[in-house]
């Protein structure tokens, strides 16, 4: 997997990865590509004139009365992939996740969702792409007050148009999915915040959509509650494999969720890969800043740490993949009387990772 910038179709090869993928990548879900999102007068001059789009947001806002929020920000993400979206207030990113099913309608770009995109969609298209196809699950619960846990959770599929009995059925089993089982009668007010946003999760999964997108849902629950909320989320990934595109302001969040991460500041896409390839190859200073305070040791991978094989070297001792993170690696490395090496799936060895590398990261040296 290579870091990229910008358009993530330039792809930017960073040390200790390949430039040559092994096998052919699956189609995306969905394809972002050239997204602009400005609010004002006369919006759609910004895009097609490069003066203006290379102007700051204050000097836009005086020449033209324009704010550009999101700026030509193009990515793919892949069938069951957790895409994160993550910058600081300000960055466009709560915007950017609103484009891509026009409860915000872009400027320019397009947004290819199965291979459609979702820019040349009519209303009733639209509507029934929200009603079958995607779920969002937003900081704000908006769970209805007057209706009961369970009603709440089939309230999409009220919408939709399915029957008492089959809500009720769909409504028990994520209600009982995401921990909520003994609760279907309670009311919004009688729960805690952490339950509350169990609630939105249901019903958000309960219309059992393609794509999930998150928008800061855990930012307002506290801090035990919230990291409980992301376990939770890492286990319906792992049990149900949906696609799902998450916005955050918090890095260790990101890196926790995250198969990849795109960075946005001032709506410029800055960076997009995997979280040690953002710790292990920042694409500027701004990155670079972002991710300083990152244990290396819980996010770099045996990958970027290890040496190349010297005639000098033993070859024989333990063996670890490339993807192992240096903290599970420690024990291993400083035990062995020799350096570990570092192999592929298919056996090749690609290096070795001997007490100084691992030292190295857990002193800080890196």
């Given amino acids: 997997m290579a870091a990229v910038t910008g358009d993530s179709q330039d792809l930017a090869v960073v040390p200790g990865t390949s430039a040559e993928p092994t096998t052919a990548p699956a189609a995306p879900h969905i394809s972002v590509r050239d997204l602009w999102m400005v609010f004002g007068p006369k919006a759609a001059a910004v895009p097609a004139n490069k003066e203006l789009c290379e102007l700051p947001r204050k000097e836009l806002m005086q020449r033209t009365g324009n704010t550009i929020a999101v ?11 957790v895409f994160v979206v993550m910058g600081l207030s300000g960055s466009g990113k709560s915007t950017l996740v609103r484009c891509l099913t026009r409860l915000i309608e872009p400027t320019s770009g397009s947004v290819v969702f199965e291979g459609e995109n979702l820019l040349e969609a009519d209303a009733k298209r639209l ?9 969002m699950v937003f900081q704000n619960f908006g769970l ?13 599929l009220e919408v939709r148009g399915a029957g ?30 952490g339950m509350q946003q169990r609630v939105g999760l249901a019903r958000a999964l309960a219309v059992e959509p393609d794509l999930m997108l998150f928008d800061e849902p855990f930012s307002a629950l506290d801090p035990l509650i919230r990291r409980d909320m992301q376990n939770e989320v890492i286990r319906l990934h792992r049990e149900l494999g949906k696609t799902m595109i998450f916005i ?51 996010v770099l991978t045996l990958r970027w740490i290890m040496r190349p094989v ?25 035990e062995s009387h020799k350096p570990v090496k570092v192999v592929d799936k298919a056996g090749k060895l690609l290096g070795i990772v001997g007490q100084e590398e691992i030292l190295a990261i857990v002193a800080g040296a890196r």
Avoid: C, W
């Fill in 71 to 81: 700026r030509d920000v193009s990515f793919d993400v892949a069938p069951g992939e």
């Fill in 127 to 135: 509507r029934e792409l929200r009603r079958h196809k995607f779920s």
């Fill in 144 to 156: 209805l007050p007057h209706r009961r846990v369970a009603d709440n959770v089939a309230y999409g």
């Fill in 164 to 193: 008492r009995a089959e809500r009720r059925k769909r409504a028990d089993e994520v209600i009982e999915l995401v921990g909520l089982a003994g609760y279907e009668n309670s009311y919004p007010d009688q729960l805690s915040g």
């Fill in 248 to 298: 955050t302001h918090d890095l260790s969040e990101a890196l926790k969720l995250g198969d990849r991460i795109l960075i946005m500041r001032d709506g410029r896409p800055v960076q997009i890969g995997t979280g040690d390839e953002l710790v292990g190859a920042p694409a500027d200073d701004y990155v670079r800043d972002f991710v300083s305070d990152v244990p290396k040791g819980d």
């Fill in 310 to 334: 010297s005639d000098a070297d033993p070859t024989d001792g333990p063996e670890l993949g490339p993807e192992v993170v240096v903290r599970d690696a420690t024990r291993v490395v400083l």
